[in-house]
């Protein structure tokens, strides 16, 4: 599966974890457990409830998912 086939969204992070995760909520009320990759990890030393994030999933696996970009 090629990086254009990967699902896209906005959540909002519910509960902000350790290791760079977090529990993000879609605006669809799914929640998944989200991992900050590439770029977006020095946005996530600063990670908090209320944060609005752009997540990516496979359709394999649709309870995780990349945090590709932070929007505070």
Do not use: F
Request: net charge positive.
């Amino acid at each position: 599966m090629s990086r254009d086939d990967a699902i896209h969204g906005a959540g909002i992070v519910i509960e902000a974890l350790p290791n760079r995760t977090a529990r993000v909520e879609l605006p669809n009320g799914h929640r998944v457990l989200g991992y900050c990759a590439g770029r977006a990890k020095a946005d996530a030393d600063g990670l908090a409830p209320g944060d609005k994030v752009v997540v990516e999933m496979t359709c394999y696996d649709m309870s995780k998912a990349r945090i590709v970009r932070v929007e505070k």
